[in-house]
């Protein structure tokens, strides 16, 4: 999934909106989609024991992603472009990973706590390396397996799986077990998210490595 090179066709979604929000300052509008992500977060962390939580933080993960472009639309088409709030864009996405992925990383859904820190290392790590690429003079960089879209798309779709796997056969098909060799691991749903994240995010992270690498000059 690559949906970070395909945030032109969410205008349609975003313009109206943006239109309405003119006199709204951008900055305002990132301070709400980083507080939708915490209470997100919040609710992922104990849905183990609520699972309609799941839906109520899916809701907020891609509303909160949603504001999320709806503050750079705004600053764009209004000319309220400031360093600050790029700045500040970047800070607030940064926590906004780290709140929704964390918040499931700390809750009764993963049972493997490496498998939630690797996952928030290539999280951060793929994150970096698209902004490390202004840093040495580069275009921002949206190259590669897993983008912050994707991510989003993904925090969304997998605890609505989770939930609704959870209801068939009292939770029978809330998580599986897998063999490999004589070891048998119990995983859940939103655990291959994680493990989706852990592996595919330091491959992005590698892949942008490398692509930033090769357009530094000697």
Not at 173 to 198: C, D, H, P, Q
Request: net charge neutral.
């Amino acid at each position: 999934m690559v949906l970070d090179n395909m945030r032109s066709r969410a205008d349609f979604a975003i313009l109206p909106i943006a239109k309405i929000c003119r006199n709204t300052n951008p900055n305002t509008i990132s301070w709400i989609g980083l507080l939708l992500a915490f209470i997100s977060g919040t609710f992922f962390a104990v849905s183990h024991d609520h699972h309609i939580f799941l839906i109520f933080g899916a809701i907020l993960v891609i509303t909160s992603g949603y504001f999320d472009s709806l503050d750079g639309k705004v600053a764009k088409l209004f000319n309220k472009c400031t360093k600050k709030g790029d700045y500040l864009d970047h800070i607030f996405d940064r926590y906004a990973d780290m709140f929704m992925i964390g918040g499931i990383a700390i809750s009764g859904w993963c049972n493997n706590s490496c498998l939630g820190i690797t996952a928030i290392i290539g999280t951060l790590l793929t994150s970096y390396m698209g902004t490390q690429a202004q840093a040495v003079g580069a275009s921002r960089l949206y190259t590669g397996l897993l983008g912050r879209a994707d991510r989003i798309v993904l925090s969304t779709l997998f605890p609505i799986l989770q939930y609704a796997f959870s209801l068939i056969a009292n939770g029978k098909f809330s998580s599986f077990n897998i063999s490999i060799g004589e070891v048998l691991f119990n995983i859940t749903w939103l655990e291959i998210m994680l493990l989706w994240f852990a592996i595919v995010g330091n491959i992005t992270a590698i892949q942008r490595a490398i692509v930033i690498w090769n357009s530094i000059p000697e």
